[in-house]
């Protein structure tokens, strides 16, 4: 049996389809881990859902800020973006509740004890150590499976709070562990969560790092599969392996091994570009 974790497909059907062919995967013996953002920008977001939901126990996915920027269009009362491409066909798509039902039912977080990686989206806050995040992740699941009136989606927008404290709660906790496991990149010196920057290393301000190499990371030692920063390109230091490749901006789609862990299979990515600055 081989476990590969994917990076962002973003709706690059064809692409997904021949990385799969590349690392001649069989659903039988092995086992793709998806590092979520499944869907949009790209030209084929309801192909990817399909294809990933037939994979069954073949395929474990974890949610991204596009994923869930989907449910909060179909379920809740958020509106399709400018930068939206593909989301419509799912949206129309005479099988989108159950499609819908599956996405909503994915994990924030994965981690399996056996092979000691632990799968995310986009990132851990330092003050979190590895059971913290595990705990963070089941409560956001609980509070998404659940939604049923979108107020879950209505809830989780903002930029607010930024630094995590034990005693956090309600909707300033959840929406804190959303964007974490969704959208951080980079933090301050005191591990403030700052959401503004999607740029390469060299253009980082003054004062802010990426999250895996701030000082005293609680999660430092464990092995961390991401993606979600495109412009980070394919990075593997301090523990964390970030794999969001670009794919739907020309980049390649990237599958990391993990078993055994024997470096990366890519394949060109798709010629249908999106706007310039992913997120």
Sequence with gaps: ???????DVQGCALELQALLTKI????RRDRLWFVGDLVNRGPDSLAVLRRVQALGDAA???LGNHDLHLLAVARGDASLKSGDHGLEAVLDA?????????LQGRPMLHHDPALGVTLVHAGLPPQWDLKTAIHCARELEAELRSERKGRFYRRMYGDQPDLWRDDLEGDARLRFIVNCLTRLRVCDAQGRVFLGFKGRLEQLPVGLTPWFRVPGRRTAGERIVCGHWSALGYLDQ???ASIDTGCVW?????ALRLDPPTGLVQVPGSTVRGLPAAD
Excluded: H, Q, S
Aim: cysteine-free.
């Design 1 to 7: 049996m081989a476990v590969y974790a994917v990076g």
């Design 24 to 27: 001649d995967f069989d659903a």
């Design 60 to 62: 474990i996915v974890v």
């Design 94 to 102: 005479p099988d989108r509740e159950p499609l819908l039902d599956w």
């Design 238 to 240: 301090n523990g964390v």
């Design 250 to 254: 020309g980049g390649p789609l990237t």
